[in-house]
């Protein structure tokens, strides 16, 4: 089993590893299209939720559609500051310690990138339950990074 690092272990084991590239300028159109398609991806989420039964696979196709928003949306609050990652977990490390005003919880994401992974590489599907642990939290992670981006895109202009 993998053991559990914290975000500044990750980030320097990320940063040591050149996984951070230095962008020469913020390309704004871009990071407007892929705002665009995590809005889209919530959107979809939207539809589908209220024909989700409890035993259904389609708790795992709303955790993803929620995780791939996020991800995006980080994605594209990295290219702001000029950075873009070769991955999610050294995006989200660099977020939580170079943005901590955001208030991500590191151990959080962790549990949904991991959970993601499960989905994606190996299988494992996701509960209603598990849908339910992360509700919440992952639209509140997705309002607080699109509302920064939404500031920075004003400051950029």
Aim: hydrophobic letters at 40%; a positive charge.
């Amino acid at each position: 089993m993998p053991q559990f690092k914290t975000n500044k272990e990750i980030f320097t084991e990320c940063e040591s590893n050149g996984f951070f590239t230095q962008l020469e300028e913020i390309d704004s159109a871009k990071i407007r299209h892929m705002v665009s398609l995590a809005l889209a991806d919530l959107e979809g989420a939207k539809y589908i939720l209220p024909l989700t039964k409890t035993n259904n696979y389609a708790w795992s196709l709303l955790y993803k559609m929620h995780y791939d928003a996020f991800h995006q949306l980080a994605e594209a609050f990295l290219r702001l500051n000029k950075f873009k990652c070769n991955n999610h977990q050294c995006l989200f490390a660099y977020i939580c310690k170079k943005h901590s005003e955001l208030e991500f919880d590191w151990g959080f994401l962790e549990k949904v990138r991991t959970k993601r992974n499960g989905i994606q590489y190996y299988g494992e599907p996701v509960t209603q339950e598990n849908w339910k642990e992360i509700n919440i939290s992952i639209k509140l992670y997705i309002n607080a990074i699109k509302k920064a981006i939404e500031e920075k895109l004003k400051i950029n202009k």
